[in-house]
């Protein structure tokens, strides 16, 4: 049955079938399960009633990101709430035996659910990996099936390591060509998703491939699978390689010696076969791409940098026409007028999409001998603990607070706005993160997406600015 | 657990297309460690105004439309965050149906899981429906579970897809996790044989 040229994706589903009976959803074995204090207090809930422990607390990892505070962690939480939510996660880690990277107990490696989970080794290639997160997408940059599920979900995989699944469709999203300087990978994601819409993936797993995807390092490969979900897919994926394996090799959790060859030899066969169908295609030239913003509430609303806000009046589709009106009216926009110039209140550079090292690193190159703009708040929030100590190792810390920078705790922070990082009302952000709902940073908060470099370059002038007028 | 078998209701129309989850329940109300009155907070930073009064013009605070129990969305509803809470929002206000063209992938799977009833619908009738919200407003609709049909006012029975397992579920107010919990021998025998 398996002579059939497959898929990355079919290889992985087809390995991780428990069961199938007719006209039901697969039950599919979750290998890696990532816990966070937000969505899991009610499924623990829900387990207690069953009288049911963790079914396997080594499969299980959590952390404290969502509602932490990124300021001192020695100060007591003032949030009611937000407190007792964390104490939550760190009793039900406790009762059963869940390791937790959170402020009492592995401090030194909590950080963003998908920043920790790569750093760590615990994500590696043919995983099925879930969190209750939608941003569970990331996990597929090596190779792994990784998505985000609901709290009912989260419970029924701490009861039994397993969840029910109708099978996706598989779509090939390729991206040729070559990334010109100062365009980056959070500008690939962010032009496909323009040019295709926020729900072209309703229903498709993505699979990155092209030269471009090739090209990339991990960490830029983790930037574009995070996004896959604001194209409307719950998971997207690129094959292991070279690239890969190194950036994997010797981490916490990866495999050691013996383990190590056997796993790579499994590894370099997940690939998509030659001759594998994909249910539907679509591609993007990277060599044609400008650096990307949006300009609306929902990350499809973007347009190249030195672009014009669209025209509602030359949108044929009522629906279209409305949506675009109701957007530019929270955003407080005009049709046709150019972003570049356009004055923001607070740059934040951080989120599971951007606040990595290497986003950390390309932020700093801007920022370097540089001061932020007079009044402009900068927040810069490192995805994890690792990155923090790696940062501060290499002086970014120190480039960033000379500029005028904050330099925060790790956490999902203002990308979530729900721990006291937000936006005031009618405020402007220029955000690295992946979501620019409505309130989405804050009530009444207006965002415009971009990358860390636009980001910068924007923290230098406090206007939106074309970085490549600041490289050299 | 309970069940869904048929349901006769007035619509609230809400003609916006992809509503993500951050707009049915802004991330702030997210702290709770239960899953109790979230529906106070249904669509709150549309619904009410910055000193927390309900804004006129919001159509949920039309007080024809109180007790109605079918939302009508636009296209991609539920795009975003996979917090469950969204549809612990929508149920705990009372709606048990949301009809739209296409509804995204986690949403859908949390509101089966809360016995709200995702309803897709062709793009005829999802705009018949929305302009007879406008020329009818008090029109009442009659969703059919077993049968798979949305009856409208004209007497018009419109299919909608479900899968066979979320059906049964739905119907027969079937445990999933007791479903796989039953799995047990299978699960281990699959874990000996995994390769890792």
């Known amino acids: 049955m398996n002579d059939r040229p497959r898929t990355l994706f079919e290889k992985i589903w087809d390995a991780h079938v428990v069961a199938q009976e007719p006209d039901s959803p697969a039950v599919l074995y979750i290998d890696l399960h990532l816990v966070h204090e937000v969505t899991s207090p009610q499924a623990f809930e829900g387990l207690r009633c069953r009288g049911l422990k963790v079914r396997r607390p080594d499969r299980t990892f959590a952390t404290l990101d969502h509602g932490i505070p990124t300021h001192d962690r020695r100060l007591p939480i003032v949030d009611e709430m937000a407190r007792k939510q964390i104490e939550m996660m760190e009793r039900n880690a406790a009762e059963n035996g869940i390791t937790l990277y959170g402020i009492k107990t592995g401090a030194d490696k909590q950080g963003i659910v998908h920043v920790i989970g790569p750093e760590l080794g615990l994500t590696q290639p043919g995983m099925t990996i879930v969190c209750g997160d939608s941003h569970t997408a990331t996990h597929g940059a090596f190779g792994a099936l990784g998505f985000g599920i609901g709290t009912s979900e989260v419970e029924m995989v701490l009861a039994t390591q397993c969840l029910l699944q109708r099978k996706p469709k598989t779509m090939n999203v390729r991206i040729d060509g070559a990334l010109k300087p100062g365009v980056t990978a959070k500008d690939i994601i962010l032009g496909l998703i323009a040019k295709y819409g926020v729900g072209a993936g309703t229903g498709y797993v993505f699979e990155y491939t092209g030269e471009a995807i090739r090209r990339l390092s991990m960490e830029e490969r983790m930037t574009i699978c995070n996004m896959s979900i604001e194209g409307g897919s719950r998971a997207g994926m690129i094959a292991p390689d070279d690239t890969t394996f190194e950036w994997m090799a010797g981490r916490e959790f990866a495999p050691k010696g013996a383990d190590w060859d056997r796993a790579l030899a499994y590894w370099r066969t997940l690939p998509t076969d030659e001759g594998a169908r994909y249910d539907a ?35 044929g589709d009522p629906a279209h026409k409305a949506a675009l009106q109701k957007a530019l009216a929270y955003m407080g926009l005009r049709p046709n007028q150019p972003l570049l110039g356009h004055p923001v209140d607070v740059v934040f550079i951080g989120s599971c999409t951007n606040s990595r090292i290497s986003d950390l690193r390309e932020a700093a190159r801007l920022l370097k001998g540089r001061k932020v703009k007079e009044g402009l708040r900068v927040m810069v929030v490192p995805g994890s603990a690792q990155v923090k100590r790696q940062a501060e190792r290499e002086g970014l810390h120190e480039i960033f607070l000379a500029a005028g920078a904050e330099w925060r705790e790790p956490g999902c922070s203002m ?43 924007s923290a230098i002038t406090g206007v939106i600015t074309d970085a490549r007028t600041l490289l050299q | 657990m309970t069940c869904f078998t048929t349901l006769t209701s007035k619509i609230v129309p809400l003609p916006v297309d992809n509503v993500d989850t951050d707009q049915i329940i802004p991330a702030r109300f997210l702290k709770v460690t239960d899953k109790a009155g979230l ?121 909608f897809p479900i899968d066979a397992f979320s059906k049964a579920c739905l119907l027969n107010g079937v445990d999933e996790i007791g479903y796989v919990l039953r799995m047990t021998d299978q699960i281990l025998a699959f874990e000996a044989a995994h390769h890792k």
């Open chain 1, 281 to 315: 295609e679509i591609s993007l030239d990277a060599g044609a791409l400008e650096p990307m913003i949006t300009y609306g509430t929902n990350p499809g609303m973007g347009m190249p940098i030195t672009g014009r806000v669209p025209d509602p009046d030359q949108v």
């Open chain 1, 415 to 457: 990308c979530i706005a729900m721990n006291g990082d937000q936006l005031e009302p009618g405020q402007y952000a220029i955000s690295t993160s992946n979501r620019n709902f409505e309130g989405r940073q804050g009530k009444g908060g207006r965002t415009f997406l971009a990358s860390p470099l636009t980001a910068a370059a």
């Open chain 2, 39 to 159: 529906g106070d907070n249904l669509f709150a930073d549309w619904r009410y105004d910055a000193e927390g009064n309900p804004k006129p013009d919001f159509v949920l605070n039309r007080p024809e439309m109180k007790g109605r129990q079918v939302l009508l969305v636009g296209d991609n509803f539920g795009c975003g965050s996979s917090r469950e809470h969204a549809p612990w929002a929508l149920t705990g206000y009372g709606f048990r149906a949301v009809i739209s063209t296409s509804f995204a992938d986690i949403f859908r799977n949390n509101a089966l899981k809360n016995r709200l009833l995702p309803v897709i619908v062709d793009k005829p009738t999802h705009q018949q429906l929305f302009s007879l919200c406008e020329e009818a407003p008090d029109f009442e609709v009659t969703i059919d579970l077993a049968a798979q049909t949305l009856t409208l006012p004209d007497g018009r029975a419109v299919g």
